[in-house]
C-alpha cells in the first residue's frame, strides 16, 4: 500500500500564490503518473495537473500560465507551484499517484486525503 499525504494549502488573497507539496511513503517499487486534482463544492473532482515520471506534462487549461507541477523522484514527491491565484481556483486539492507496489510488482492507484485551497479577499 502506498500513502500520498499533501500539504501547503490554506487562505490566500487573490493575486497570491502558494505551493503544495505531496509525498509518497510506503512499499513503493516505482512512482509512474502523479497529479493534482481539485474539487470545489457542487462539482466534479478535476484534473489540474499531472506529470509522468518521464517528464510530460499535462495542465487543465484554466491554470495553464498560472501553476506550475514539478517532482522530485528521489524523494517521491510531486509540487504544484500555483501563481495569480483567483476565487475560482478555491477548492480541495488531491494527490494522486499511480505506482508499482514493491513486493508484489503489482499497478495500484492512490489519492491523498485532501488539502483546502481558499482565494478570498
Known amino acids: 500500500q502506498v500513502q500520498l499525504v499533501e500539504s501547503g494549502g490554506g487562505l490566500v488573497q487573490p493575486g497570491g500564490s502558494l505551493r503544495l507539496s505531496c509525498v509518497a511513503s510506503g512499499s513503493i517499487f516505482r512512482i509512474d503518473a502523479m497529479g493534482w486534482y481539485r474539487q470545489a463544492p457542487g462539482k466534479q473532482r478535476e484534473l489540474v495537473a499531472a506529470t509522468t515520471s518521464g517528464g510530460r506534462i499535462n495542465y487543465a487549461d484554466s491554470v495553464k500560465g498560472r501553476f506550475t507541477i514539478s517532482r522530485d523522484n528521489a524523494r517521491n514527491t510531486v509540487y504544484l507551484q500555483m501563481n495569480s491565484l483567483k476565487p475560482e481556483d478555491t477548492a480541495v486539492y488531491y494527490c494522486?499517484?499511480?505506482?508499482?507496489?514493491?513486493?508484489?510488482?503489482?499497478?495500484?492507484?492512490?489519492w491523498g486525503q485532501g488539502t483546502q485551497v481558499t482565494v478570498s479577499s
Open positions: 494522486n499517484a499511480d505506482y508499482i507496489e514493491y513486493y508484489s510488482l503489482s499497478s495500484g492507484n492512490s
